[in-house]
């Protein structure tokens, strides 16, 4: 297909994943300031199209609850440490939309008023409405849970039209195209597909609450300039998970 067709109508609202490793850049700890104000550059360029944007970030940049727990950690503590993490990545990316003249609000599932607001459903939406990205920080509130799940989650109860998963790649590839250069990108593929391939795209939790509810995925590269733009713009970019048809 080409880069310029249409894959759909433009996107009203959508809900945006993006890893903590995504604010990180290259040095793969903490956050760039560079690459912060890259995102909230692009991100003010749709957001000034009028599209409504919901925002859930990881926090492996500054701490993974998993890799904790294999270290000896207890799981449930390092997975709320996690949790700590993606509300200072959502702090970092508020502040760079504010630089950025966009009104945001960060809402956090773990209480802390004098940080965050507490995420209630209805008050997200109305944000939207009101033209302000919402950052959700905090994943579910709960441990076992990743930010994969959250994203799938939010979307839902935002009435967002589709989830957006930021990577450092095109799309989603039959083998890691890192290691293998053949490895095939699939420009769409259905949910049952992912989950039966095995393939790393979102965790198996928030693939099957997609799946249950019909709401699509789009995998796309955040490192190319303007590749989010052409994306809620309805073009096709990166690899569309939806129902078969």
Same mark, same amino acid.
């Given at each position: 297909m080409a880069a310029d067709k249409?894959?759909?109508?433009?996107?009203?609202?959508i809900l945006l994943k993006l890893s903590g490793e995504a604010l990180a850049g290259n040095t793969g700890y903490g956050i760039d300031t560079t690459v912060l104000k890259s995102?909230?550059?692009?991100?003010?360029? +749709?957001? !000034?199209?009028?599209?409504?944007?919901?925002?859930?970030?990881?926090?492996?940049?500054?701490?993974?609850?998993?890799?904790?727990?294999?270290?000896?950690?207890?799981?449930?503590?390092?997975d709320y440490m996690g949790m700590?993490?993606?509300?200072?990545?959502?702090?970092?990316?508020s502040d760079a939309l504010e630089r950025e003249g966009v009104q945001t609000r960060v809402q956090s599932a773990i209480e802390m008023r004098e940080l965050a607001e507490?995420? +209630?459903?209805?008050?997200?939406?109305?944000?939207?409405?009101?033209?302000?990205?919402?950052?959700?920080?905090?994943?579910?509130?709960?441990?076992?849970?990743?930010?994969?799940?959250?994203?799938?989650?939010?979307?839902?109860?935002?009435?967002?039209?589709?989830?957006?998963?930021?990577?450092?790649? !095109?799309?989603?590839? !039959?083998? !890691?195209?890192?290691?293998?250069p053949k490895a095939k990108m699939f420009q769409e593929i259905s949910y049952i597909d992912v989950l039966q391939k095995g393939l790393s795209v979102m965790d198996s939790t928030a693939i099957s609450l997609c799946m249950d509810n019909k709401l699509p995925i789009i995998v796309f590269n955040l490192g190319k300039a303007g590749e989010l733009k052409r994306l809620v713009e309805g073009q096709q970019v990166g690899t569309l998970v939806r129902q078969e048809k």
């Amino acid at each position: 297909m080409a880069a310029d067709k249409k894959r759909s109508q433009p996107y009203k609202r959508i809900l945006l994943k993006l890893s903590g490793e995504a604010l990180a850049g290259n040095t793969g700890y903490g956050i760039d300031t560079t690459v912060l104000k890259s995102i909230a550059e692009e991100l003010k360029e +749709i957001h !000034d199209k009028g599209i409504q944007i919901g925002i859930v970030l990881g926090g492996g940049n500054i701490f993974r609850g998993i890799k904790g727990a294999t270290q000896g950690m207890d799981r449930a503590s390092a997975d709320y440490m996690g949790m700590l993490a993606t509300v200072l990545n959502c702090l970092a990316l508020s502040d760079a939309l504010e630089r950025e003249g966009v009104q945001t609000r960060v809402q956090s599932a773990i209480e802390m008023r004098e940080l965050a607001e507490p995420y +209630i459903r209805r008050r997200a939406v109305r944000h939207l409405e009101k033209k302000r990205v919402v950052i959700f920080g905090g994943g579910t509130g709960n441990p076992y849970f990743t930010t994969d799940t959250t994203a799938a989650l939010r979307a839902m109860e935002i009435g967002s039209e589709v989830v957006i998963k930021a990577t450092k790649v !095109d799309g989603i590839y !039959d083998a !890691d195209p890192v290691k293998n250069p053949k490895a095939k990108m699939f420009q769409e593929i259905s949910y049952i597909d992912v989950l039966q391939k095995g393939l790393s795209v979102m965790d198996s939790t928030a693939i099957s609450l997609c799946m249950d509810n019909k709401l699509p995925i789009i995998v796309f590269n955040l490192g190319k300039a303007g590749e989010l733009k052409r994306l809620v713009e309805g073009q096709q970019v990166g690899t569309l998970v939806r129902q078969e048809k």
